[in-house]
């Protein structure tokens, strides 16, 4: 969902709003963010990290918090889990990726063959180059699949999970393609009462939860934005035609001077 995410300086607040007051440095979720000027609601934005920049930080919400809930919530990895990543270059992906490894998880990430460095870089113990490899073809066994692609069917990455793990589905699909996601998220649906590991969702929110963890998280260096590339507002179509194109390393991010 593109225009959502925003990061930037209050210009003014409402009568009844509390702990904000203009001038505060902020990040967080807030519809028609491709303009100059923006309005959000105050619960659902929170202090921006002194360690970012403006672009950085508008990186974080909703990418951020997809994978916050795929990793800690819906897969509720622990120490020790071992999971893996599909599409960990990727605006969800290398969030997830560090995610789960500060939950102390044994990280594998999938990506091309250029990303494999980057994905390495954010925490990945392992990186399956899915130009020359299948991590479907039973091999190995994950406790937890977040899957950002949608390239698989069920079928296969169901032999990629271990007994009783869980695969988390974040919808995905090749940018532009709609019904083969949909049509794998209604499988999952259908299968996950018949089947012995776990078949989910990432449900959507916008938690105000869910930006403090991340921010604590950039606090702690823990979890650092990936940013692919950054465009002026005058050429925000030429950055989603990026996205829609499936070249993005991380997110890409439109400045307002």
């Known amino acids: ?21 203009r001038g505060d440095e902020v990040l967080g979720f807030c519809r028609g963010a ?23 930080a508008a990186a974080v919400p909703m990418a951020g918090a997809a994978a916050l809930r795929g990793i800690r919530d819906v897969g509720a990895v622990r120490a020790g889990h071992r999971v893996l990543v599909n599409g960990a270059a990727g605006g969800v992906g290398t969030y997830a ?12 990430g999938v990506c091309s063959t250029r990303n494999a460095g980057l ?20 091999r190995a066994r994950y406790d937890v699949i977040l899957d950002n692609v949608g390239n698989r069917p069920l079928s296969r990455l169901r032999r990629a999970l271990a007994p009783t793990g869980t695969l988390v589905l974040n919808g995905g699909g090749s940018p532009g393609h709609v019904f083969g996601p949909v049509a794998g998220i209604l499988r999952a ?3 996950n009462s018949l089947v012995r590991e776990r078949l989910r969702l990432i449900p959507h929110e916008q938690e105000r939860e869910h930006l403090l963890t991340l921010t604590g998280l950039i606090e702690a260096g823990k979890l650092t934005p990936v940013l692919d590339r950054t465009y002026p507002l005058a050429d925000t179509a030429e950055g989603l035609r990026r996205v829609e194109q499936g070249h993005a390393r991380g997110k890409v991010v439109i400045t307002v001077a």
């Open 34 to 56: 491709f303009a100059e000027y923006a309005r959000a609601e105050a619960d659902k934005v929170v202090p921006k990290p002194v360690s970012l920049t403006f672009g950085q």
């Open 189 to 191: 649906v259908v299968v």
């Open 119 to 138: 994905v390495r870089s954010i925490g990945a113990a392992h990186v399956v180059d899915y130009t020359t490899e299948d991590f479907t073809d039973g």
């Open 97 to 108: 990726v560090q995610i789960a490894a500060a939950l102390g998880a044994e990280v594998t």
């Open 1 to 21: 969902m593109a225009g959502v995410d925003a990061a930037g300086r209050v210009e003014a607040v409402g009568a009844n709003v509390r702990g904000l007051r």
